[in-house]
């Protein structure tokens, strides 16, 4: 007979199993079998052919990718440096008592539950050469402003981070107003007595306290941008020419318009590295702060 402990083994083995071969099947066969075609020329259709390297050799000679690498970071910087601030901002306004309070809370809201379909279509629409940005300054003397904002190589890449911007702004600033509105008034009331102003309570009390929920927004605004591909292939392809390229369109393009598999697989796995390096680093160095605090 088998002893107690080795039937309770069996057990949870059989319990187990299908959850594991799910994961087996459907999680790291998918990624080992990207990782082997990675390193070969692969259309779908011939057989893979074996080329070692040369994918991720051509990675960091491809014009196109590498101007996709750039603008990604650069949506990803100005989220961190321009929308986290603001967004701080914008919810201590909200969390001030005034009557418009709830009515604002959802206008600023509102662009994270609407489609980026829905939103990117509006916006293209506004943003046309005979949209209605054009005709408001029109309307008021700023005719030299005119443009056709998302077909000009000047205009097209400010005019996207700012419509990134904007739509994960209301996102981020709900997260910090739910870390504001658990902070202990205790706290304000101490420092009050001891005769701190405004601006040494913001530093001292709020700034510290929020630093769970700056490391929650900071990740998520790593990751928004860095995969960032909806708007831009909504708006512009990516176009005019390559001005407003992101990676996860570069390698959609590679992929399912060049049917390069192979070189669009090695550029995945490669942002996949980066955005694991980049996240456990700001995680790292975050949760240290937050421990400190």
Same mark, same amino acid.
């Given at each position: 007979?088998?002893?107690?402990?080795?039937?309770?083994?069996? +057990?949870?083995?059989?319990?187990?199993?299908?959850?594991?071969?799910?994961?087996?099947?459907?999680?790291?066969?998918?990624?080992?079998?990207?990782?082997?075609?990675?390193? +070969?020329?692969?259309?779908?259709?011939?057989?893979?052919? #074996?080329?070692?390297?040369?994918?991720?050799?051509?990675? !960091?000679?491809?014009?196109?990718?590498?101007?996709?690498?750039?603008?990604?970071? !650069?949506?990803?910087?100005?989220?961190?440096? /321009?929308?986290?601030?603001?967004?701080?901002?914008?919810?201590?306004? !909200?969390?001030?008592? #005034? %009557?418009?309070?709830?009515?604002?809370?959802?206008?600023?809201?509102?662009?994270?539950?609407?489609?980026?379909?829905?939103?990117?279509?509006?916006?293209?629409?506004?943003?046309?050469?005979?949209?209605?940005?054009?005709?408001?300054?029109? %309307?008021?003397?700023?005719?030299?402003?005119?443009?056709?904002?998302?077909?000009?190589?000047?205009? /097209?890449?400010?005019?996207?981070?700012?419509?990134?911007?904007?739509?994960?702004?209301?996102?981020?600033?709900?997260?910090?107003?739910?870390?504001?509105?658990?902070?202990?008034?205790?706290?304000?009331?101490?420092?009050?007595?001891?005769?701190?102003?405004?601006?040494? %309570?913001?530093?001292?009390?709020?700034?510290?306290?929020?630093?769970?929920?700056?490391?929650?927004?900071?990740?998520?605004?790593?990751?928004?941008?860095?995969?960032?591909?909806?708007?831009?292939?909504?708006? +512009?392809?990516?176009?005019?020419?390559?001005?407003?390229?992101?990676?996860?369109?570069?390698?959609?393009?590679?992929?399912?318009?060049?049917?390069?598999?192979?070189?669009?697989?090695?550029?995945?796995?490669?942002?996949?590295?980066?955005?694991?390096?980049? +996240?456990?680093?700001?995680?790292?160095?975050?949760? %240290?702060?937050?421990?400190?605090?």
């Amino acid at each position: 007979m088998l002893k107690a402990s080795t039937r309770e083994w069996w +057990t949870g083995f059989w319990f187990i199993l299908p959850a594991t071969a799910l994961f087996v099947a459907f999680v790291y066969y998918p990624f080992a079998s990207s990782v082997y075609y990675s390193f +070969t020329e692969w259309d779908s259709i011939r057989p893979a052919k #074996f080329i070692g390297w040369d994918n991720y050799a051509f990675l !960091l000679e491809d014009s196109k990718m590498l101007q996709a690498a750039k603008n990604t970071i !650069l949506i990803t910087l100005f989220g961190i440096v /321009v929308q986290n601030p603001l967004s701080l901002l914008l919810a201590i306004l !909200l969390n001030r008592s #005034f %009557r418009t309070k709830v009515l604002l809370r959802v206008a600023f809201y509102l662009p994270v539950v609407v489609s980026l379909v829905v939103t990117s279509i509006v916006w293209g629409q506004i943003l046309q050469y005979d949209g209605l940005l054009n005709h408001l300054l029109e %309307r008021i003397g700023l005719l030299a402003w005119e443009r056709d904002w998302l077909g000009d190589t000047r205009s /097209v890449f400010p005019t996207i981070i700012a419509l990134t911007q904007w739509q994960g702004l209301g996102y981020c600033a709900v997260i910090y107003l739910a870390g504001l509105q658990a902070i202990p008034q205790d706290l304000y009331e101490a420092a009050k007595m001891d005769g701190a102003k405004a601006v040494n %309570r913001f530093v001292h009390v709020t700034l510290p306290m929020l630093m769970p929920a700056t490391t929650v927004v900071v990740f998520l605004t790593i990751v928004g941008g860095l995969k960032m591909f909806d708007i831009p292939y909504i708006m +512009t392809g990516g176009g005019p020419g390559s001005a407003s390229y992101t990676l996860t369109l570069a390698i959609y393009n590679a992929a399912f318009r060049e049917n390069t598999y192979g070189y669009a697989i090695a550029g995945g796995i490669v942002l996949m590295i980066f955005i694991m390096a980049v +996240t456990l680093l700001q995680l790292r160095v975050m949760r %240290r702060k937050e421990v400190e605090m």
